[in-house]
């Protein structure tokens, strides 16, 4: 697929997108074109609720990004993960 969302890499906009600040669900759906209103509608939920799991800091679980994948159109919901954080500064 062209966006990438077949495999395991990530399409330069949604790469650029989350250096920039934003979170990979946010980046994802950003560069698909879905509005927070439309994703909502698509997991049956708020457009309040999308922007609270796509927060930057936001960890939804496995589950729920299985969801957000499906409502996206991805095929591999782990495209969402966020990477771990760095370790703790000593």
């Known amino acids: 697929m062209a966006d990438g ?3 395991h890499e990530q399409p330069q906009e949604v790469v650029w997108l989350h250096r920039e600040g934003l979170s990979l669900v946010r980046a ?3 560069h698909l074109g879905v509005s927070r209103e ?3 509608r698509r997991l049956g939920s708020s457009p309040a609720a999308v922007a609270q ?3 930057r800091h936001a960890r ?3 589950a729920m990004l299985k969801k957000i994948a499906t409502a996206l159109g991805l095929e591999n919901w782990e495209l969402l993960r966020e990477p ?3 370790g ?3």
């Open 28 to 30: 994802w759906r950003e």
């Open 38 to 40: 439309e994703l909502g």
């Open 84 to 86: 771990p954080q760095s």
């Open 5 to 7: 969302a077949g495999g």
């Open 53 to 55: 799991f796509e927060a």
């Open 88 to 90: 703790a500064e000593r």
């Open 60 to 62: 939804p679980r496995a």
